[in-house]
């Protein structure tokens, strides 16, 4: 007969085998799939897409080019500080998703004023640009790799909000996927990113809530 005793003594002797994760691994190994999962993401862009081939120019002073990279990257940043939080036991990603949903809200308003300074028969086709039907399926397509990587970084560590882990990470890789759709792209519209860009990273945080009750359960 087991005693309690005897669990006590497994216990300690099980946890002797286990060596904590020194300060700063989580963000270093979270932030190592994005390297590996955008070069990979980037990689399809130019096999499969190519770059747009007015890069160089809207580079030097496009302002929408800039503005679709940067809201790419704070969502990325959003996803990266949730994701790095809720890969620890009973983490919370409350300031990333802050983050994403005040950058959301942002974009959706600077679209707002612009279409309202557009005349009528303009405002659709700013909104739907030439790619709404695409961009974000593209976006989601491109998120895989980094989506993959980031599961299977956070499984290794001690995530207990399996659900709102894999949304965090979904929104990270959507990030990373949508900078990297976004030399490719060449739509100008701030209706268009406000929508179908933020619809694609939605996608993406969708994927991994799914995936995530499934990929970082303990085994």
Not at 79 to 103: I, K, Q
Not at 105 to 129: D, H, K, N, S
Request: charged letters at 15%.
């Amino acid at each position: 007969m087991t005693t309690p005793r005897d669990t006590q003594d497994l216990i300690e002797s099980l946890a002797a085998d286990l060596s904590p994760a020194r300060p700063g691994t989580v963000p270093l190994r979270i932030a190592a799939s994005a390297a590996v999962g955008g070069a990979v993401a980037l990689g399809l862009v130019l096999v499969f897409l190519g770059l747009r081939p007015d890069l160089r120019q809207v580079a030097a002073g496009d302002m929408m080019f800039w503005m679709k990279a940067g809201y790419a990257v704070v969502l990325g940043l959003a996803g990266f500080w949730s994701a790095e939080r809720l890969a620890r036991p009973a983490g919370s990603g409350r300031g990333g998703f802050l983050l994403m949903a005040l950058a959301l809200g942002m974009v959706i308003l600077f679209a707002a004023i612009r279409m309202m300074r557009m005349p009528p028969e303009m405002r659709m086709p700013m909104w739907l640009g030439q790619s709404w039907d695409v961009c974000p399926i593209r976006i989601l397509m491109l998120s895989i790799p980094t989506l993959a990587l980031a599961l299977l970084v956070m499984r290794r560590l001690a995530p207990t909000r399996l659900t709102l882990a894999g949304a965090a990470a979904g929104l990270f890789a959507g990030g990373v996927a949508a900078a990297a759709y976004g030399l490719h792209c060449t739509e100008t519209g701030a209706a268009f990113l406000a929508t179908w860009y933020s619809l694609g990273v939605a996608l993406s945080a969708a994927l991994g809530a799914l995936l995530g009750p499934w990929a970082l359960r303990w085994r």
